[in-house]
């Protein structure tokens, strides 16, 4: 008797204007799999570029990918560093995110404002979204209350997936490349190895894939065999609103 397959989730981080090409090509590696996705999206401006709306090629590559199949979910305003917070948050922003944390340090009130203003931006691109992934899946307590009131039906963070507003929390850890410096490759190779180690044991788990790791050949490559790796197994993948809604 063949084993029963387990969920997957493979998610596009950091999909903005800015970013427009590395996600068309990150999809077309996934269609090519026919592996759905969920595709995080930041409707403010990023990296330079201009806000969602700005830019209507995106916007109407975004609603054919959810024709497909895939998700597309909040993923922070601005995807920026908000000042403030204690010293021990600054110092867990700066270490895991390079001080992108942006829902990491704010109150209640505060997250709710961005979160709204998130979400009004991408109604006017006609998008509507039912997730958040915090940046660097940083979420305060304020920013949990506030998603609970809100009527998200889920947020992720780096360990699980969190159903809302009281829901059980599927432990799923995430993995994904941080490109550049000395640990580059070592991580390219622990991402494939913990894949193929999960997939092998049933463990349901996550890919993340950014922009910044199709720069470099061999984190594309690697993140592709740790999907080609699930989906051998018997993976199931997932985007993360069927996960939480099965």
């Known amino acids: 008797m063949s084993a029963p397959a387990f969920p997957f989730v493979v998610s596009i981080h950091d999909v903005a204007p800015s970013t427009a090409e590395p996600t068309a090509r990150w999809l077309a590696d996934l269609d090519e799999r026919g592996v759905p ?7 403010g ?14 916007v109407a590559s975004l609603l054919a990918a959810a024709d497909r199949g895939h998700e597309l979910a909040l993923h922070g305003y601005l995807h920026e560093g ?23 340090a704010l109150s209640g009130p505060e997250a709710e404002r961005r979160l709204r203003a998130g979400l009004d931006v991408l109604a006017e691109a006609g998008i509507g979204v039912v997730g958040f992934t915090p940046p660097g899946w940083l979420a305060s307590p304020g920013t949990r209350r506030a998603l609970a009131g809100m009527g998200f039906a889920y947020w992720t963070s780096h360990l699980g997936v969190h159903s809302l507003p009281g829901g059980p929390v599927r ?27 999960f997939a092998g044991r049933g463990v349901p788990f996550r890919i993340a894939l950014h922009p910044a790791d199709l720069t470099r050949p061999g984190l594309r490559r690697a993140a592709l065999a740790a999907i080609d790796a699930a989906v051998a197994a018997g993976g199931r993948p997932v985007t993360y609103e069927t996960l939480v809604t099965a």
């Open 37 to 43: 996705c969920t595709l995080l999206v930041i409707p």
């Open 171 to 197: 432990r799923m850890p995430a993995l994904s490349h941080r490109p550049g410096g000395a640990g580059e490759r070592t991580g390219a190779r622990l991402m494939t190895g913990a894949a193929r180690a």
């Open 82 to 104: 908000v000042p403030g917070g204690p010293l021990w948050r600054r110092g867990v922003n700066r270490a895991l995110v390079r001080g992108a944390g942006e829902f990491w």
């Open 45 to 58: 401006p990023f990296a330079g570029g201009a806000a969602l709306p700005a830019d209507p090629e995106l």
